[in-house]
């Protein structure tokens, strides 16, 4: 006897997850909408005077504005938060080629930021160097605890040591 | 004809061209990469020459052969061809091996070496308990091997380009954080998923009479996800490497990578989300109508790149732990967030072969009926059982040795070649007449007699 639609429950089963994968996609526009909130452009500019050698003991910067640093040279970002509306909210952040937050402050409204230009890297736990790769520094606006515009953004590119 | 073949082929059918035209927009594709590729890398050193030459000495190779093909007789012209046309599928292959060789591997050669051999043994592993899933009819070690390769080679030279740019356009446009992760977490499994499941679309194309079911689908989907695990891992564990290299632990970060990608995530990942691609296109391969195999396949890309997706952008979310339950917790991740993915595979699998080992049964039992003697009644308990199918040739290696071992296997198997042919005729997949099945029933008399 020849069964009837034998293959039947199998594309069934291919027409439900179709349909789930749509729920799936759909769940990871919300999540992407969610942090990456539509309409958040203010015009506002940060200015990132630059990013320098730092010496970690004085605070102090040196040298050239630069892309390019080994993992043994301490760096940060120099930013002039006069550039930005005093009362509105936002944070400078280094990440990491893996992605972690490896030093910055806020958020806080900018005119309190002002004895915070220097924004250096900071050495991870546990480690003796930067770790090597691409590093983003972005000046983000802040809204209702979280960051929903950059305002400035610097590439940097950390080379291994050895 | 094909004598073995699940359907007999008169002509080339329309699914032909529609393969051709995928494979040249394919070879438009990777040109464009290795063009860029040139541009980026600059100097060409050394490791050219060790796949770079033969592969030109191969095109070489395949131009001669295909040039004297025209010169034979039109029916042997077909072979020749056929035969250029595989030289250079392999030189291709070289190429793009060259071009990987360099964009994964980066400035550490040894270590990407040494990472290759560490995967090779697990990768392995991976594509025998995967080719060993299809109980009643194991697919050919060379297309086994084409969807491997097509994953490691093929398909990650097409999506490195997609990938990086896509990240370039995140890094420069988007806040970082969980939506930056979403919006990468889609392009990888949109183009990664599409440029590995182009090898199972063109496998179902072009070589149908051996892929019969969602099973076949299933096996050469998760083939060229290990495939393209094993390439992605050298990737990954040479990255690694440099980054921790400086604080002297280089080797354990490449070992722990190694660890979750070739042994917890061998099975997980690549191999279930291409397999779910394999399992789409595997249905549709026994649809009747061209709406129903569109749903079937669209569905199996649609959940592979959303369980690629969720992955990719959804991993920072898990708890993980800290100290001592960390290490439970990165175990649990990957059980919980692909698990279910891979649950489903094994579902439609265990769907797959319980559907296709009703329809052996019956077809070996009508085959039986008819009286021809190419299968007795009393061979149908044994066919159908692989246990009993595995038991009996090593009954008769113990009592004849290996050659009688090798004849009652090409037996067994040609037996269960001609009950497939008699499914897909009664359900009418053939594009052609009869006599490919009747061909199948004088083999198998002949490896009676």
């Known amino acids: ?151 400035a953004r610097r590439l940097v590119y950390v080379r291994s040591a050895v | 004809m094909i004598a073995n073949a699940a359907y007999a082929r008169h002509g080339r059918p329309p699914r032909y061209r529609l393969a051709i035209a995928l494979a040249g927009v394919l070879v438009i594709l990777l040109f464009l990469s290795s063009f860029v590729t040139s541009l980026v890398l600059g100097t060409i050193p050394g490791r050219v020459a060790l796949f770079g030459l033969p592969a030109i000495a191969l095109v070489g190779v395949a131009t001669w052969i295909g040039v004297r093909a025209f010169d034979r007789d039109p029916a042997e012209r077909r072979r020749h061809l056929l035969r250029a046309a595989i030289v250079l599928g392999i030189a291709l292959l070289l190429w793009l091996l060259v071009v990987d060789l360099f964009l994964f591997t980066g400035d550490a050669p040894l270590v990407a070496l040494i990472s290759a051999l560490a995967c090779l043994p697990t990768t392995a592993f991976g594509i025998w308990v995967v080719r060993r899933l299809d109980r009643n009819e194991k697919e050919p070690w060379r297309l086994v091997m084409v969807a491997v390769a097509w994953g490691a080679v093929v398909a990650t030279a097409l999506v490195i380009w997609a990938n990086t740019s896509l990240g370039e356009v995140a890094a420069n446009t988007l806040v970082p954080g969980p939506g930056m992760d979403a919006f990468t977490a889609y392009g990888a499994g949109f183009f990664e998923e599409i440029a590995k499941g182009l090898a199972v679309l063109l496998l179902y194309l072009v070589m149908r009479d051996e892929f019969d079911d969602v099973v076949d689908g299933i096996v050469y989907g998760a083939c060229v996800g290990l495939g393209f695990n094993f390439m992605e891992s050298i990737l990954y564990m040479t990255h690694i490497y440099a980054i921790f290299a400086g604080e002297g632990f280089g080797a354990e970060a490449a070992g722990i990578q190694w660890y979750f990608r070739q042994v917890v995530g061998l099975f997980f990942g690549h191999a279930t989300y291409t ?175």
Not at chain 1, 10 to 24: D, E, K, Q, R, S
Not at chain 1, 82 to 102: I, K, Q
Not at chain 2, 291 to 305: H, M, P, T, V, Y
């Open chain 1, 1 to 151: 006897m020849i069964p009837r639609d034998e293959i039947r429950p199998l594309y069934l089963a291919m027409l439900t997850l179709g349909v789930l994968a749509l729920v799936i996609l759909a769940a990871g526009l919300i999540d992407f909408f969610a942090f990456e909130p539509p309409g958040q452009n203010t015009g506002a500019h940060a200015t990132v005077i630059g990013v320098y050698r730092y010496d970690p003991g004085g605070g102090r910067l040196s040298g050239p504005d630069s892309q390019r640093f080994t993992a043994d040279q301490p760096f940060a970002a120099e930013v002039d938060w006069t550039s930005l509306p005093l009362t509105m909210v936002v944070a400078a952040r280094w990440f990491n080629t893996l992605g972690t937050t490896v030093g910055g402050v806020g958020p806080a409204p900018a005119g309190q930021l002002s004895e915070h230009s220097i924004i250096p890297v900071k050495i991870p736990p546990g480690f003796r160097h930067n770790v090597p790769g691409d590093y983003t520094f972005v000046v983000e606006r802040y809204q209702n605890g979280q960051p929903v515009e950059v305002l």
């Open chain 2, 275 to 449: 397999a779910l691609v394999g399992a789409g296109i595997g249905v549709a391969r026994q649809l009747p109508r061209l709406s129903q195999r569109l749903l079937a396949i669209a569905g199996g890309w649609l959940i592979a790149i959303s369980a690629h997706f969720a992955w990719d952008a959804w991993l920072q979310f898990f708890p993980v732990g800290d100290g001592a339950f960390a290490l439970i917790g990165v175990h649990l991740r990957t059980i919980l967030m692909d698990g279910p993915f891979t649950a489903v595979v094994l579902l439609l699998l265990a769907m797959g072969l319980q559907v296709e080992g009703a329809a052996l049964r019956r077809q070996l039992q009508l085959e039986a009926a008819t009286g021809s003697g190419a299968i007795a009644p009393a061979e149908v308990g044994v066919l159908t059982n692989p246990w009993r199918r595995w038991q009996a040739r090593m009954q008769v290696l113990t009592l004849s040795g290996l050659g009688a071992y090798r004849r009652l296997a090409h037996l067994q198997q040609a037996q269960l070649n001609l009950a497939m042919e008699r499914w897909h005729r009664e359900r009418r997949e053939l594009e052609g007449p009869l006599e490919a099945e009747e061909l199948l029933r004088r083999q198998v008399l002949a490896l009676k007699s």
